[in-house]
Each structure stands twice: as C-alpha cells, then as structure tokens.
C-alpha cells in the first residue's frame, strides 16, 4: 500500500475530522486506505468506485460520533464479507475492538436483522444496550442511509420497494430507539417516496 494517494472523497472525510480531539488523522487516513485498496476494482450499481460508500457511511455518522473506533469500523465494514481481508488482520493492523465492531456489522444480516424481522412488536426492548452494539446499530443504520440515498440506481423496482418497506418496518423503529431522529425522517421520506412509485 506504499505510495497510497487518498482521493479527493477521503480528503473530505478527513476535512471533516479536523480539530477532533479524540481523533488521530494517520489513522484513519489508514482506515481510508485499507477501505480503498481491498475494495479496489469493486463499483457500485452508480457507477462509483465501491470504497466511496463506506466513507459516505464515516460522514453520515459525524453529527451523531466522533468515536474513532466506529469511524474506522464503519469505513472497513464491507471489508470482511466483500473482500480478502479478515477480521484478525483489522484487530492487528488497527484494534480488537474495530474487528468486533465490523463483525457485528457484517453478522447483522444474519442474525439482527432476522431477529428484529421475526419479533418486530418487541424491537424496543431488544435495542441495544452495551456500547459496542449501539456503535454497530449506528453504522448499519448509516450504511443503510447511504444505501437509501442510492437506491435509485438499483435495476429493479419490485427490490427498490421490498428495501424501502424493510426500511420502514425495521431500520426505521430502531433509529427511533437510539435516537437518531434527522436519519429517521431522512429514511421515512425516502422510503415513502420509492414506495408512491
């Protein structure tokens, strides 16, 4: 990765981090550089590079943290299941914790979302309550604003509308819960607005 130039997407990100005290920037310069080279070739359905979607998620989540562990996570939380990278080279190249925090995003799809699906009448109290989990909630509901944000570049309608409703009947309650109340009108209206289709 010698030689490694951030692009102008990551610079952005970092602009942003600036004057954060709790945040060193060589970091996550190097979490930007990890997202980039292993998603590196990967494209969205918009025609962007992979890499820019998960520091879309890092800058969706600066109003609510500036937790750099859940920064990093969230720029690395596709890494594991889309690319060769493994959960043991993030916990040595960063910390235990940011593998933790990108394994619990990547078993979300697994195992949360299924959860909350099958016993949605109880999603309140099974919110999270231990901080790492809140910080994987966090990122899956920014990945899941960002992926909203996008939608339309999806093929199909008939999946544009099943996300939309699985937005609302699942996301939605549990953005609610940890109180991330601007993401939560952002997610209804755009979900609304792909279901009026």
């Known amino acids: 990765m010698k030689g490694f130039k951030i ?13 954060e005290p709790h945040i060193d920037l060589k970091v996550m310069a190097r979490g930007i550089e990890y997202a980039a080279t292993f998603h590196h070739g990967q494209m969205r359905k918009s025609g962007e590079p992979f890499y ?12 609510y943290t500036t937790d750099q562990d859940t920064l990093i996570a969230a720029l690395l939380h596709d890494t594991v299941e889309d690319t060769t990278l493994a ?21 979300f799809n697994e195992a ?49 509308k099943r996300i939309a409703e699985e937005t609302l009947d699942v996301f939605l309650p549990i953005a609610q819960g940890i109180g991330l109340d601007p993401l939560v009108k952002e997610l209804e209206e755009l979900s609304v607005a792909i279901l009026k289709k």
């Open 52 to 63: 820019y979607h998960p520091i879309e998620v890092a800058c969706i989540l600066l109003p």
């Open 7 to 19: 692009s102008e997407k990551g610079k952005q990100l970092l602009d942003l981090l600036k004057g």
């Open 112 to 160: 949360w979302r299924r959860h909350f699906l099958e016993n949605y009448e109880m999603h309140y109290k099974l919110l999270p309550r231990q901080e790492t989990d809140l910080k994987i909630i966090q990122i899956k509901i920014a990945d899941r604003t960002h992926n909203m944000r996008t939608i339309q570049f999806h093929p199909s309608l008939a999946k544009q």
């Open 87 to 107: 959960l043991t080279q993030i916990a040595f190249m960063f910390n235990p914790t940011i593998a933790h925090l990108v394994a619990g995003v990547t078993k």
